[in-house]
């Protein structure tokens, strides 16, 4: 047994080591002059004080972060208001159709979705440009919200509401003070999901863009197609911490979330007893 | 609160509904009927079906996606299984998850430079006495970076499948005397079938779709039906003949979904997963 550990122990540390290995990569050529990948010459900051006198690479950062904060927003409050309207069809039936038609875009591959947000965008007359790749945006991260919110709204105790409304609460006011609050965690999950969703896409991206405008991953795109630059190296560096920060942030949200839930359910146990 | 009110706030989302999700796939099947004249036509769906090159190619995608989708089973199964046995296993977890929050063009970038014909495998190549090779550009590398990319796709399906299963049912295997492979094969591998079976669904029909891989790692050797759906729509423009190929492959999604059964949210919920156990 001890014997069948330490192997997989090893495969676990050669798959780790296929993982991470060209992350690593790339980061530790951002430290090298010269302009390959290939062998390290000098250490150097060199890259990292290209890529910030890069105004026009940080000008597409700061529009790729704004993208991002401005579609999950969207994409919350819409995808909010859908898990309170699926939450509330009473017929089954109604609510299996919707609950369909809102993974549907979760299930699309990237070019199906790229492609026919461009022949409807088209078909509008709307220009290509941030309108329109704020617009898939906002659309591809709506059924991650309702994932995320759903299963809050349905784990709450019809009894709330009904004591809230007997208690004289308008509906805005049971809307406000009880769902709203008490679906939270959920809805700042989703939120999450939603703006990382914006910052990783590329196809859909690709094909809505038009000339004018250019996400982050498009531009590296198209500048890994003319080669090697280390500015890029530079940059993954930079994207990794921050990758890294909110992978740290959502644990510490999940963990969180779980401790809340447990310490709700706990209360309800010793208030039953 | 009155039931008009409830539907005033849904009405953004039906909106979302009708303008996004179902707009757009009417679109793509209606232009499907259409050629480069926006004439009424059946001529895309001829073409598709009898050009030997569109089928060759629709054959091949399929057949890259098979491979990648096997092995980034096989690899990532004993990955899961191990993963499991460890302690901290929702941080170790989590460091397997962490990859995919890199961009996909980055990870891209990167085995340009350690593919490349002065790249680091080719040095160690000749280091070794084998001498440089053609790497990047071939059907290898393309197969090898897909897979590394979803390989967490697939490990956390399984992962979350494999931790379900209540441990004492693998020490009653072993106490009647199963063999390890006995074991493996009777209890562990129908336990966590629809671990496999969610991953396959997350890994497979991407795959047929990664046209910027095909590009940058591919080098236009390797097409798949993402990468033609992609030349036909920004590059050559015929989009009556992109929207043929969209439509096959909204088939295929539906045909694979059905083969392996109920169908799971995509990839993307990495995030999700991983609160989930």
Not at chain 2, 212 to 229: F, P, Y
Request: net charge positive; proline share 3%.
């Amino acid at each position: 047994m001890q014997k069948k550990n330490n192997l997989g122990r090893l495969y676990l540390v050669f798959v780790f080591l296929v993982l991470y290995l060209p992350i690593a990569y790339l980061i530790y050529f951002s430290f090298s002059t010269g302009t390959t990948m290939n062998t390290f010459k000098h250490f150097t900051w060199a890259n990292y004080q290209t890529l910030f006198a890069d105004t026009r690479l940080i000008q597409i950062v700061l529009q790729t972060l704004l993208l991002a904060l401005l579609s999950s927003l969207i994409a919350t409050i819409v995808g909010t208001m859908g898990a309170l309207g699926i939450a509330g069809t009473k017929r089954m039936s109604n609510r299996n159709i919707m609950l369909s038609l809102n993974n549907i875009l979760m299930v699309s591959p990237d070019v199906i979705i790229g492609a026919s947000f461009l022949i409807l965008f088209t078909m509008l007359g709307l220009s290509l440009g941030f309108g329109s790749v704020l617009a898939s945006h906002i659309a591809f991260s709506i059924p991650i919200v309702v994932l995320m919110v759903l299963p809050r709204i349905q784990e709450m105790d019809q009894a709330l509401i009904d004591a809230a409304y007997d208690l004289g609460a308008s509906g805005p006011q049971v809307l406000n003070r009880v769902i709203l609050p008490f679906i939270t965690p959920g809805i700042v999950a989703g939120y999450f999901m939603a703006f990382t969703y914006s910052l990783d896409d590329f196809a859909v991206t690709f094909f809505v863009t038009g000339n004018g405008f250019a996400t982050l991953s498009v531009e590296i795109y198209s500048r890994a197609r003319q080669g090697i630059s280390l500015e890029i190296n530079a940059l993954s560096a930079l994207m990794f911490i921050f990758a890294l920060a909110l992978v740290l942030i959502y644990f510490f949200i999940q963990m969180h979330q779980a401790n809340v839930s447990e310490r709700n359910r706990k209360k309800a146990e010793a208030s039953e007893s | 609160m009155s039931n008009t009110a409830k539907r005033i706030y849904y009405i953004p989302y039906m909106l979302w509904i009708v303008l996004f999700v179902i707009a757009p796939v009417a679109l793509i099947i209606y232009q499907s009927f259409f050629n480069l004249d926006h004439q009424f036509t059946l001529a895309n769906y001829a073409t598709y079906f009898t050009s030997s090159t569109y089928l060759m190619m629709t054959l091949n995608s399929f057949w890259y996606a098979l491979i990648i989708t096997v092995a980034t089973v096989l690899i990532s199964y004993p990955a899961a299984l191990f993963l499991n046995q460890l302690k901290h296993k929702n941080l170790w977890l989590l460091l397997i998850i962490l990859p995919t929050w890199i961009n996909l063009l980055l990870k891209a970038y990167a085995f340009i430079g350690i593919f490349g014909q002065h790249g680091s495998v080719n040095q160690f190549l000749g280091f070794i006495g084998i001498g440089p090779k053609q790497i990047l550009f071939t059907d290898f590398s393309f197969i090898f970076v897909a897979t590394y990319i979803e390989i967490p796709f697939m490990i956390l399906p399984i992962y979350n499948a494999i931790a379900e299963i209540d441990p004492a049912l693998l020490a009653a295997s072993r106490d009647l005397g199963a063999t390890n492979w006995q074991t493996l094969t009777r209890v562990l591998l129908p336990l966590t079938r629809k671990g496999i079976v969610a991953g396959v669904q997350a890994v497979f029909i991407p795959s047929l779709s990664l046209f910027m891989l095909t590009r940058l790692i591919g080098g236009n050797r390797v097409i798949t039906l993402g990468t033609a759906i992609e030349e036909h729509f920004l590059t050559t423009m015929n989009w009556g003949m992109g929207s043929t190929i969209g439509v096959v492959l909204i088939v295929m999604m539906f045909l694979s979904m059905a083969v392996t059964g109920e169908r799971h949210h995509k990839r993307k919920e990495i995030g999700t997963g991983a609160k989930e156990k």
